[in-house]
T-cell receptor
Framework: EAEVAQSPRYKITEKSQAVAFWCDPISGHATLYWYRQILGQGPELLVQFQDESVVDDSQLPKDRFSAERLKGVDSTLKIQPAELGDSAMYLC??????FGSGTRLTVV | KQEVTQIPAALSVPEGENLVLNCSFT??????LQWFRQDPGKGLTSLLLIQSSQREQTSGRLNASLDKSSGRSTLYIAASQPGDSATYLC????????????FGKGTRLHILP
């Protein structure tokens, strides 16, 4: 069964450092989403891509977060500099809402 | 503002009981509604997807219903088992298939052996 791949599974970083997450959606899926889930909350959309174009990044803190999907396939989400409040699960989803296993980020 | 609310936030029931999880949403003009399961520290697993034209969907011991006019959905779990312990999330797509989905905060379910 096709899956959405995410890496790393876990990441611990010090505040003010840079961190990056990677997502490879199901082959052929044009839409890709990055969600952030704070402990005890539901996931919230950070950015949505259609192929290589950003469709919605209204909730992305653009002063420190960036996302790219250069060839319309895999995607990278970056945080620079990381803050304590960025500690969360970062989830990637493919068209039709198949989710990856997520990256759990802890900022210390 | 489009919102999704889930009640209760947490629920503990003895093994074998039937139970109902509730979800409400603010805008009746939805495209579809999904129920997800999330185990601690894991990603999301889609359980049931209900299109706006449907009233319910069933998979095994799970049954999800949709009442757009009242802005409500329920997830019914029959004959609960300890393995059903997880967080259950309701999510609504309001415009189309590829629109962002808005999640509730989830119900943490604990089935007591």
């Amino acid at each position: 069964e096709a899956e959405v791949a995410q890496s790393p599974r876990y990441k611990i970083t010090e505040k003010s450092q840079a961190v990056a997450f990677w997502c490879d959606p199901i082959s052929g899926h044009a839409t890709l989403y990055w969600y952030r889930q704070i402990l005890g909350q539901g996931p919230e959309l950070l950015v949505q891509f259609q192929d290589e174009s950003v469709v919605d990044d209204s909730q992305l803190p653009k002063d420190r977060f960036s996302a790219e999907r250069l060839k319309g396939v895999d995607s990278t989400l970056k945080i620079q500099p990381a803050e304590l409040g960025d500690s969360a699960m970062y989830l990637c989803a493919s068209s039709g809402y198949t989710f990856g296993s997520g990256t759990r980020l802890t900022v210390v | 503002k489009q919102e999704v609310t889930q009640i209760p936030a947490a629920l503990s029931v003895p093994e074998g009981e039937n139970l109902v999880l509730n979800c409400s949403f603010t805008d009746s003009a939805i495209y579809n509604l999904q129920w997800f399961r999330q185990d601690p520290g894991k990603g999301l697993t889609s359980l049931l997807l209900i299109q706006s034209s449907q009233r319910e969907q069933t998979s095994g011991r799970l049954n999800a219903s949709l009442d757009k006019s009242s802005g409500r959905s329920t997830l019914y779990i029959a004959a609960s088992q300890p393995g059903d312990s997880a967080t259950y999330l309701c999510a609504v797509s309001f415009r189309n298939r590829d629109d962002k989905i808005i999640f509730g905060k989830g119900t943490r379910l604990h089935i007591l052996p």
